[in-house]
């Protein structure tokens, strides 16, 4: 079966996709990106993930490419048309071609979007064995709010932690405080039954899963707490977990080797999960 892409108005198979060598997006990272989760042919969390495309393409003064009805249109198609099942959809745009110069280009362009949708096999409310993590130095820029393509950072501490045979990076910042994953959020549950997330701001993304995993915690009566957390925390930590549109809750039951409270998934990561999943299934059924 073919596989497609969407791009700038076309579906063609993905093997011959390609933009312009001198999109901005690949000579620059001057663009934004989005990732959708999608369950049982449902896509989760559709509209926040468009919020949040919404004010990325509004922090970076990049037009909308086509309308936000259009680009849902285009998101139901795609996916139609590969079968897609259980996985993602990409969208990403950028602010066009134009010969290369950082300034913006002085006669407007119209802004690249690209569209495409990655199979994974399918997930449930199981979590899994957990995963390792490894702790790297945030040294990233201080607009990390922004779901911009420009990923350098993300992906050599990504990297560094595969290299180390785990399967995410913690950042931690000047102050000692995890910040996020490479690609994740990143939540602790502390000996008192805590449940901590970073506050979001500038130094983080607000990761949409974050969001509903918050009100999914509100809900199951959990004590969330949104304050940084220091490494030396997280190790002591009961419990340990990421999150993001294509990991859901997936418990971290190693940092830097050293195991978390028992080195297995905990109560808090299983359950939350579980609700995580109940609510992708109320979610709209597309392909
Ligand atoms: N933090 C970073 C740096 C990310 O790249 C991502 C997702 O790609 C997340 C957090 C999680 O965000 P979401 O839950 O919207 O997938």
Redesign the pocket.
């Known amino acids: 079966m073919a596989r497609y892409a969407y791009v700038n108005g076309r579906y063609v198979d993905h093997r011959d996709a390609s933009v312009h060598i001198e999109d901005r997006g690949y000579q620059l990272a001057d663009g934004v990106y989005e990732?959708v989760?999608v369950r049982d042919g449902r896509l989760i969390d559709e509209k926040p993930?468009l919020d949040?495309l919404d004010r990325s393409l509004r922090e970076l003064q990049i037009a909308w490419p086509v309308s936000r009805q259009a680009l849902s249109f285009v998101i139901r198609e795609l996916m139609r048309r590969n079968r897609l099942r259980d996985g993602l959809v990409y969208m990403q745009v950028t602010r066009g071609v134009a010969r290369r110069d950082h300034a913006f280009p002085t006669t407007p362009v119209k802004p690249a979007l690209v569209l495409t949708t990655k199979n994974t096999k399918h997930v449930g409310a199981d979590t899994g064995p957990g995963i390792s993590v490894k702790s790297q130095p945030d040294i990233r820029w201080e607009r990390?709010d922004i779901?911009t393509v420009g990923?350098l950072p993300?992906v050599l501490a990504k990297q560094a932690a595969r290299e180390s045979g785990a399967y995410e990076a913690w950042l931690v910042d000047a102050d000692g405080n995890v910040t996020?994953?490479?690609?994740?959020?990143a939540w602790i549950v502390t000996p008192d039954g805590e449940l901590v997330t970073r506050h979001t701001d500038n130094g983080?993304?607000a990761?949409?899963?974050?969001g509903t995993l918050k009100a999914i915690a509100n809900d199951l009566q959990l004590k969330l707490v949104e304050r940084p957390f220091t490494l030396a925390e997280a190790k002591r930590a009961k419990e340990a977990f990421i999150?993001?549109?294509?990991s859901f809750v997936t418990p971290v039951v190693k940092i830097d080797g050293e195991p978390v409270g028992d080195g297995k998934p905990g109560p808090t990561a299983r359950r939350l999960r579980e609700e995580y999943v109940r609510f992708a299934d109320a979610g709209e059924l597309v392909a």
């Open positions: 990732v989760g993930h949040r990390c779901k990923l993300n996020e994953g490479a690609s994740t959020n983080i993304l990761g949409i899963t974050r999150s993001s549109a294509t």
